[in-house]
């Protein structure tokens, strides 16, 4: 029997924001060549390890959260604008939205990021982060608030996301539905791994290509 989709939410880094500018400020911060910091991304990402012990990298003994607040109080905190946006973001939300679906953004993200987000005033109908849920990806509860926060069952949420384990993987492994973006340093370099083909409901290049999936034709 089939089910009807009623949610749509989604991840942020490399799924709707090019995260660009993210590493380039940190590595301004740390006063390394924004090149190397980004090819110490990379290489982490190869490893299958998190893409913030880069940073470590550059810096031994790092420390994410007393950096963060280093950063803040020098007046180089964290910045999301528009132009950190991918083009087919906006879009998307809105033709989803248009559609009659229930969309959501839920990211592994700071409190601060939450703010930025929502100043966006994105085509969507709530902002969450991990830091303002005190839950994160791949945590079997980030994905249960996830389905009361948008009011619909496990199996009637499509999640979309780069990340194989923390989107892809964690979300089918809670019921909801996954929506694999190939983009990103995760995506590109998983994109053909067996375990994420199996795990994703559909795998697509644009987030463009979400409103004629989800349309009540081809529904699953």
């Known amino acids: 029997m089939e089910t009807e989709v009623c949610a749509v939410v989604f991840d942020v880094g490399e799924t709707l924001m090019n995260d660009s500018t993210f590493w380039g400020s940190w590595a ?3 006063d390394v060549p924004r090149h190397t910091l980004s090819a110490l991304v990379g290489a982490v990402t190869a490893q299958g390890r998190d893409n913030a012990d880069a940073l470590a990298l550059v810096k031994p003994g790092f420390d994410l959260i007393a ?3 280093a950063r803040e109080a020098a007046g180089h905190g964290e910045s999301i604008t528009e132009a950190d946006l991918y083009p087919d973001a906006r879009p998307a ?3 989803l939205r248009e559609a009659g679906l229930w969309v959501g953004i839920a990211g592994n993200q700071t409190e601060r990021a939450g703010h930025l987000l ?3 005033e994105l085509p969507v109908d709530a902002v969450a982060t991990s830091g303002e849920w005190r839950v994160a990806k791949p945590d079997p509860r980030f994905f ?3 389905c009361t926060w948008a009011g619909c069952r496990a199996e009637q949420i499509v999640y979309v996301g780069d990340h194989p384990e923390n989107d892809i993987i964690a979300a089918r492994n809670a019921g909801l539905h996954a929506a694999h973006i190939r983009r990103g340093p995760w995506g590109y370099q998983h994109a ?5 083909q199996a795990a994703a409901t559909w ?3 644009s987030l463009t290509e979400l409103p004629a999936l989800l349309s009540r034709s081809s529904r699953k």
């Open 118 to 120: 929502r100043a966006l």
């Open 203 to 205: 795998r697509i290049d």
């Open 144 to 146: 249960e608030r996830v």
């Open 67 to 69: 950096e963060r607040a």
């Open 192 to 196: 053909d791994d067996p375990a994420l």
């Open 28 to 30: 301004d911060w740390l």
């Open 93 to 95: 939300l809105g033709a």
